[in-house]
């Protein structure tokens, strides 16, 4: 198999800017305690897979120690940017797509482990573009082995659309795409009971 580029979109797990959506369920401190724990854990998966390099693509900033902890062997920090999360994400492929087939993901998804990274890669053999949706609408990665921004410009981040939509313009770019199995975001309180036994 071709190296395999990942790219993990983190924010820092601080009280009131990571995970806020699970304030109500676990408080300010628990929610970045929360997204700290899924941060680690998706580095993990991702650098175990040994696809290829590994960016951890930092917001705000990759000045964290959360987040600079994290670089070593076979992992690099930037930053996201500036933009809306597609500007963000574009500019992130843009930078790894001359070097090959490029895997990203979010660090809201437990489940996404070595296993599921290795299968989008290797769907990258073959197809333009792979997915594993979320059972919310959204997805939890998005590997493409071609440039494609149309994928990114004008969709409803963070609504139920957002796979939806990206559905309609893989079709419109006439892009062949394969999806994993969908897996959950641990986004809002109800997700929680997807989390891993002894997570909470």
């Given amino acids: ?17 990571a995970k806020t959506r699970l304030i109500p ?8 305690a929360l997204a ?3 941060l680690d854990h998706t580095v993990a998966q991702a650098v175990a897979a040994a696809l290829g390099p590994v ?19 076979g992992l690099q920090l930037s ?21 090959g087939p ?8 437990p489940a ?11 769907a990258l053999q073959w197809a333009d573009a792979v997915f594993v949706p979320a059972l919310d609408g959204g997805y939890a990665l998005i590997g493409l082995r071609r440039a494609a921004p149309t994928l990114f410009d004008g969709i409803a981040w963070s609504t139920p659309q957002v796979m939806a939509q990206t559905r309609e ?6 892009l062949l795409h394969h999806e994993l199995a969908p897996l959950a975001d641990i986004d809002e309180p109800a997700d929680l009971v997807h989390l891993p036994p002894g997570w909470r």
């Fill in 36 to 38: 700290q724990r899924l």
């Fill in 1 to 17: 198999m071709n190296t395999t580029s990942t790219i993990v979109m983190a924010k820092a797990p601080l009280p009131g800017y």
């Fill in 55 to 73: 960016d951890l693509c930092c917001a705000p900033d990759a000045t964290h120690p959360a987040l600079a902890r994290h670089a070593g062997a």
């Fill in 102 to 109: 490029v895997l990203m993901i979010g660090t809201d998804a």
């Fill in 79 to 99: 930053a996201q940017g500036d933009g809306d999360l597609g500007q963000r994400m574009a500019r992130a492929f843009a930078r790894w797509l001359p070097q």
């Fill in 169 to 174: 313009r893989l079709a419109a770019a006439g």
């Fill in 25 to 32: 369920a676990l408080g300010a401190a628990g929610a970045a």
């Fill in 112 to 122: 996404l482990d070595t296993s599921v990274l290795r299968q989008a890669a290797a």
